[in-house]
């Protein structure tokens, strides 16, 4: 049961529809961006976003997200600053902030209780993970940047319903195989969980958006069947330009789309011919091996994280070793070049990892290669 603390409000200050709400021995006030057509007499969805380290509350990049209306975004920000130590106390008094805020919402700005999501990018993403696994008044979220390394203090076994996650990371972001993690887990929490990975980046966001960021926050404002036309319009067209890109990009976007939220909604046809558009570009000289190499890193992938024994790691980061050398100019060679070193120091790490049992610290940003949960094997 959370507790609950009594913070003093000051009061909100009005800029346009921007507004700010000011909390005492936090270092910036909370943001508060209305939308367009705000109406008092009607419910709105509302989006807490959190930022990274080092960074500000913020409301821009969910606002261009969700677009000009409907939607409430709210810049949060963290009772403990920089990277704190995950226990009771700090969970309940973050869970106590959001609920603040929150309660502040529904009863001046007609923020809709039933509609709240979470979001946040690295640290920000980090928190995400944990409040969505305790708090029961979110109906679901986004993991940007970052995924699942800890399990939250009061953690559901089960949650209620089939809470929508979406997980977005760049494909060479350190924190990977964290967001991988991050799928799994809350797939078997029994969320409704999608994964897009941005080919051409690290540990950042793209700063021009996602389209199946977009998608996700449409589809919790409409009715799937409603928006079945819109997302065989849209990806129709999506498929036709990334057929206009060099190889190994149209293969990048084919994949994306194929993992986009509006995907699900495109009749049977559309995606059998989604399929052989896909398996055409794969079997082509430029993209057969990196395609190979794809599943079969998907494959090893999945064995690291689901196998719990030194055994199944160290045949992991052999595997990972051959693929890398055997094809070393192939991006996906790169990849596990790349899995290889993370996994070495795993292993490395797993021998001199003392017993006894120190603060559990939620990560900032990208978690190091030398800095591993206590057993790196458990989800």
């Known amino acids: 049961m959370i507790r609950f603390l009594t913070l003093l409000l000051l009061p909100l200050t009005l800029l346009g529809k921007d507004l700010t709400l000011e909390i005492p021995n936090l270092p910036a006030p909370i943001q508060i961006s209305l939308p367009e057509n705000f109406d008092p007499a009607v419910k709105h969805p509302t989006f807490f976003f959190y930022y990274g380290a080092g ?29 704190y130590t995950l226990n009771e106390q700090s969970m309940s008094a973050e869970r106590t902030l959001y609920h603040t805020v929150r309660k502040e919402l529904i009863t001046k700005h007609a923020a809709d209780p039933a509609h709240c999501y979470i979001g946040g990018f690295s640290q920000g993403g980090w928190h995400t993970d944990l409040m969505l696994q305790a708090e029961p008044t979110l109906s679901g979220g986004i993991i940007m940047g970052a995924g699942h390394a800890q399990v939250a203090p009061g953690a559901f076994r089960k949650y209620a319903s089939q809470k929508p996650i979406h997980i977005a990371i760049g ?31 690290a540990h950042a966001y793209p700063l021009d958006g996602s389209d199946s960021i977009r998608q996700w926050l449409t589809l919790r404002t409409n009715s799937p069947t409603a928006l079945a036309p ?74 690291e994280i689901t196998n719990r024994n030194m055994a199944t790691l160290k045949k992991v980061n052999q595997s990972y070793l051959n693929f890398s050398n055997k094809h070393p100019k192939t991006r996906q060679g790169k990849l ?27 990560p900032s940003g990208p978690v190091p290669q030398r800095r591993i949960p206590r057993n790196p094997l458990v989800r």
């Open 171 to 201: 494909r060479s972001d350190p924190n990977y195989i964290f967001a991988l993690k991050g799928f799994l887990h809350h797939r078997k929490l029994g969320g409704s969980v999608s994964l897009e990975a941005w080919p051409d980046l």
């Open 55 to 83: 960074g500000a509350p913020t409301t821009t990049f969910m606002r261009t997200q969700a677009g000009n209306d409907d939607w409430i975004i709210v810049g949060m920000s963290y009772t403990q600053q920089g990277q």
């Open 336 to 362: 596990m070049a790349a899995d290889y070193n993370r996994t070495a120091a795993i292993l490395k790490q797993i021998k001199v990892i003392p017993s006894e049992k120190k603060p559990t610290q939620v």
């Open 230 to 303: 819109t997302a065989v319009k849209e990806l129709t067209a999506a498929v036709k330009r990334a057929k206009t890109l060099e190889h190994l990009a149209t293969w990048d976007r084919l994949i994306e789309i194929k993992g986009m939220p509006y995907f699900a909604l495109t009749p049977a046809a559309w995606q059998a011919n989604f399929k052989k558009d896909l398996a055409a570009v794969e079997a082509t000289p430029e993209i057969a091996t990196e395609a190979m190499l794809y599943t079969q890193h998907r494959r090893l992938l999945h064995q």
